[in-house]
C-alpha cells in the first residue's frame, strides 16, 4: 500500500480516543513535575498565590552538595556500566550470530534472563553473590550488577543489527585481501554501530535511573539519583525534589534527541 493509500485511510474516532486518553495519562504527570518546579515559594504556602515563576529551586539543587556527589555516583556508574554492557553485549551478540559451539541455543536463552527475571529477585541475587564473593558493597558492586542486566539491552540491538548483515560484504572484503581484524574494524563495526549505540544510550539511561537493584548493591556513601530522591520523598514532596526530576527528564530527553538527529543524518 502507498503512502496516498494509506492517507486515505481513516480509524474510528474511538481508536483516536484511546490514544488520547493513554497519552494523557502517560505525559500528564511529567508536565505537572516540570510546571511545579517553576512555582515560586508562596504557592506552597497556605495562601496558595500562583504569581509570577521561579528559578530558586534549581538554584537550590545546584547548590546542594549531597544531590550533586549522587549525580556525581549516577554519572560513574553509569559510564563503567554502559561501557562494559557494550562491549560484553556486542561480543555476545557476534558469537550467538556467527558463532557454532554446544549448548549455543541454551546460552542464547540465559543472556536475556536478566530481562525476565523480576528486578527484586535480580536484586538480592546479586547481593547474596557479592556477599558470597566478600565484596564490599560500593560503586564496584553497583557498576558489576548494572552491567548484568544491561548486557541483555545490547546484546538485542546489536543481534537484531547482525541478523540484516549481508555477509557477502565480508567476503568482498576477505578477496580484496583484508585481514580478519582488518575486516571487523573497517566493514562489520561501521556496520552495526548504530545498534551499539542504540543499545549503549538504552543501557545508560537504564542504569541511571536504576532504583530497586542499586538499593540491593549500594554500599554506605554511595548513593544515586535515584536513591537520593527516595530519601528526600520520606519527608515529603518538594520543589526540589520536582526541580530534580525535570533535570533527569530533560537529560534523557536530550540524550534521545541527540541519537535519532544523528541516525537521521546518517541515512
Known amino acids: 500500500m502507498d503512502r ?7 480509524l474510528p474516532w474511538v481508536i483516536g480516543l484511546v490514544a488520547g486518553a493513554g497519552f494523557f495519562l502517560l505525559y500528564a504527570p511529567l508536565v505537572v513535575l516540570i510546571w511545579g518546579s517553576f512555582l515560586p515559594t508562596s504557592w506552597w504556602s497556605v495562601s496558595g498565590s500562583s504569581a509570577g515563576l521561579t528559578l530558586d529551586w534549581y538554584r537550590k539543587l545546584f547548590s546542594d552538595s549531597a544531590i550533586l556527589e549522587a549525580f556525581q555516583v549516577s554519572l560513574v556508574v553509569g559510564f563503567w556500566s554502559t561501557l562494559g554492557s557494550t562491549v560484553l553485549g556486542t561480543s555476545a551478540a557476534l558469537v ?20 525476565l527475571m523480576p528486578e527484586i529477585v535480580l536484586g538480592l541475587s546479586l547481593l547474596i553473590w557479592f556477599v ?3 565484596l564490599t558493597l560500593g560503586l564496584v558492586s553497583m557498576i558489576l550488577a548494572h552491567i548484568t542486566f544491561s548486557t541483555s539491552y ?7 543489527r547482525l541478523d540484516g548483515f549481508d555477509s557477502s560484504l565480508l567476503e568482498a572484503a576477505r578477496d580484496l585481501g583484508a585481514s580478519p581484524w582488518q575486516t571487523f574494524w573497517r566493514v562489520t563495526l561501521p556496520l552495526i554501530a548504530p545498534g551499539m ?15 530497586l537493584i542499586t538499593y540491593f548493591t549500594a554500599g554506605a556513601g554511595t548513593d544515586t539519583l535515584p536513591l537520593k530522591i527516595y530519601s528526600m520523598i520520606k519527608f515529603g514532596v518538594t520543589p526540589e525534589i520536582n526541580a530534580l526530576s525535570t533535570l533527569m527528564v530533560a537529560a534523557t530527553g536530550a540524550v534521545v534527541s541527540l541519537f535519532f538527529g544523528w541516525d537521521l543524518r546518517r541515512k
Not at 545490547?154 to 537484531?160: D, I, P, Q, R, Y
Not at 549505540?197 to 532504583?211: E, K, N, P, Q
Open 4 to 10: 496516498d493509500a494509506r492517507s486515505r485511510l481513516r
Open 96 to 115: 550467538l550470530s556467527w558463532g557454532n559451539f554446544p549448548g549455543k541455543k541454551a546460552f542464547s536463552a540465559f543472556t536475556y534472563l536478566p530481562l
Open 132 to 134: 558470597l564473593l566478600n
Open 154 to 160: 545490547v546484546l538485542m540491538t546489536v543481534k537484531a
Open 197 to 211: 549505540i542504540s543499545g549503549a544510550l538504552m543501557a545508560f539511561t537504564i542504569s541511571f535511573d536504576d532504583f
